[in-house]
């Protein structure tokens, strides 16, 4: 009986191999120039939320959590980040929370361009599609062998497994988004004489902006798995925590840093899932947010296609 055993094997794995050796080999300048932000950047954020003392940071992230979303999760964050420093992992979970956060500003920056580029030209989505799906359906440990051979071990290069992990989600939702503003709406700012760039930071962004935001949110949950996944090669945080624990067989150590990554997790859940759900305002969807934080929703204005200049004189 034929069986499929008995077919010529394709040495696929020896061709990824040899691939996988010659990029590290070949292009380690470029691979070096692309750490060097993340390396920098993770720095910085790490340096300065290990700084901050513990009753500062709770109240700025309490703060944060009020004005993004509401006083119910604001609480939930101040209670989940005081439980933490009780299990006593809490430097750990600020290093994860750089992890997240260094993540988080690196796929904004990469993916709602590339999303905004997808959205715009039905040759860039033909081509940017089947690599979202390669690394969407990757197993997350599959990511590791090959960020080990281009960039190492460690922080840094678990950092850039969490990035390629975590931004696919971000570009497939801001493409949505923006693909899905009205017809009628676009017409209508092309028809008031609004210029490409026009059209997409004062029509399309605003109405696409509660879905590219439903793509942050699971941006933040990937990043939060990947970050503990990547603990295997070498990465500190909460991940290590629980790998410590499962290496030891403490099931006590495995468990605190699961409790801590579950509350930071929900925590980051239910902010981004707030910023989601609200309206946003009008005008700069950047300024929309950013404005929440201190407290000036109401100063945003519906302002004309055209800017300042088109609107209406007595």
């Not at 996988?20 to 950047?41: D, G």
């Amino acid at each position: 009986m034929f069986s499929a055993d008995d077919l010529y094997v394709l040495p696929v794995d020896k061709w990824i191999q040899a691939g996988v050796q010659w990029m590290s080999q070949n292009l380690r300048p470029f691979f070096q120039l692309v750490k060097w932000p993340v390396e920098h950047l993770l720095g910085l954020i790490e340096h300065t939320l290990q700084g901050l003392p513990f009753p500062v940071f709770v109240i700025l992230a309490g703060l944060i959590a009020w004005r993004l979303s509401t006083r119910g999760i604001a609480l939930f964050t101040v209670i989940s980040l005081v439980v933490i420093a009780f299990t006593g992992v809490w430097t750990e979970a600020v290093t994860t929370l750089a992890l997240i956060t260094t993540a988080i500003v690196l796929c904004v920056c990469i993916s709602i361009p590339i999303g905004i580029l997808c959205a715009r030209s039905d040759t860039a989505w033909g081509v940017v599609r089947p690599v979202l799906d390669v690394m969407q359906t990757t197993p997350t440990f599959v990511y590791l062998v090959p960020i080990v051979m281009m960039f190492g071990v460690g922080t840094v290069p678990g950092e850039v497994a969490v990035i390629m992990a975590a931004a696919p989600p971000l570009i497939r939702f801001t493409n949505l988004g923006i693909r899905m503003v009205d017809r009628e709406m676009v017409e209508a700012g092309l028809a008031f004489g609004a210029t490409g760039r026009q059209l997409l930071w004062e029509v399309q962004l605003p109405l696409a902006m509660p879905t590219i935001l439903g793509g942050l949110n699971q941006t933040v949950l990937t990043a939060m798995v990947m970050s503990v996944v990547v603990a295997m090669i070498g990465a500190e945080g909460l991940g290590l925590v629980v790998l410590q624990g499962l290496g030891r067989l403490d099931v006590g150590r495995a468990a605190v840093g699961g409790l801590a990554i579950v509350l930071l997790a929900m925590t980051l859940d239910r902010i981004t899932q707030s910023v989601a759900k609200s309206k946003g305002g009008k005008g700069s969807p950047l300024r929309a947010v950013l404005l929440r934080l201190v407290g000036r929703q109401g100063a945003l204005r519906a302002e004309p296609v055209g800017g300042p200049a088109a609107r209406p004189t007595a």
